[in-house]
């Protein structure tokens, strides 16, 4: 079974710093993706980034990118210039084949409180 | 555009009772999955469906059934309530069975007392 880890319970950053967000992911599929999702306290989850397993380069969406490092499976989220709205629980996901399906499967999730 | 919508936002029940969520996909998205996210943690897979049928099941007890229209809408239900079924329960919503963009909804937070 596929797996998900993300090691930082919460972050504080201060305003227009960049923040890594870690993520590693456990598979044996060659082929994969990996999704990251930002929730703020109202509850709903909003898509961010997504890489293919068979990407060649980086995803990058605005000031989100994905630091997609394949051989040590990890998939950081990198926001450059954080703002104070970017304060909120994200989660690194990962699409698990389900008979041909789209299941995702979650980590735990990072607490990010951006500090004026 | 209309994006992923629940309803209802917030819902209390009591133990025992039966529940029925909604969800509307995007338009032109064809599949509908459901999570289920308790306090502290991440979402955890309920159903898929894709084209009015069940397409992918998680870990859930037989309380848990869903189905989809033919309008791609979906129902969430949840019969014998317990109070551990307290959750944020949340609507994903695809274009295909698989693809590199899944599209939540606001979720309908769901109370057992």
């Known amino acids: 079974a596929q797996k998900i880890t993300q090691t930082q319970p919460g972050m504080f950053v201060q305003e227009k710093e960049a923040v890594t967000l870690d993520c590693t992911y456990d598979?044996?599929?060659?082929?994969?993706?990996l999704f990251w999702y930002k929730q703020p306290s109202s509850g709903e989850m909003i898509f961010l980034i997504y890489?293919?397993?068979?990407?060649?380069q980086n995803a990058t969406e605005g000031r989100y990118s994905l630091n997609f490092q394949k051989a040590r499976k990890s998939a950081n989220l990198v926001i450059s210039a954080s703002q104070l709205g970017d304060s909120a629980m994200y989660f690194c996901?990962?699409?698990?084949?389900?008979?041909?399906?789209?299941?995702?499967?979650f980590g735990q999730g990072t607490r990010l409180t951006i500090n004026p | 555009d209309a994006g992923v919508t629940q309803s209802p936002t917030h819902l209390i029940k009591t133990r025992g009772q039966h529940v029925t969520l909604r969800c509307s996909p995007i338009?032109?998205?064809?599949?509908v999955s459901w999570y289920q996210q308790v306090l502290g943690q991440g979402p955890q897979f309920i159903f898929q469906?894709?084209?009015?049928?069940?397409?992918g099941r998680g870990n859930f007890p037989d309380r848990f059934s869903a189905r989809q229209f033919p309008n791609y809408s979906s129902e969430l239900n949840v019969n014998a309530l317990l109070l551990g079924d307290s959750a944020l329960y949340l609507c994903?919503?695809?274009?295909?069975?698989?693809?590199?963009?899944?599209?939540f909804g606001q979720g309908t937070r769901l109370t057992v007392v």
């Open positions: 994903a919503s695809s274009f295909g069975r698989t693809g590199t963009e899944a599209f």
């Open positions: 598979t044996s599929d060659p082929s994969y993706g």
């Open positions: 890489q293919g397993s068979y990407d060649q």
């Open positions: 996901a990962m699409r698990e084949p389900l008979q041909g399906a789209q299941k995702l499967v």
């Open positions: 338009s032109g998205h064809k599949s």
């Open positions: 469906y894709y084209e009015k049928e069940e397409r």
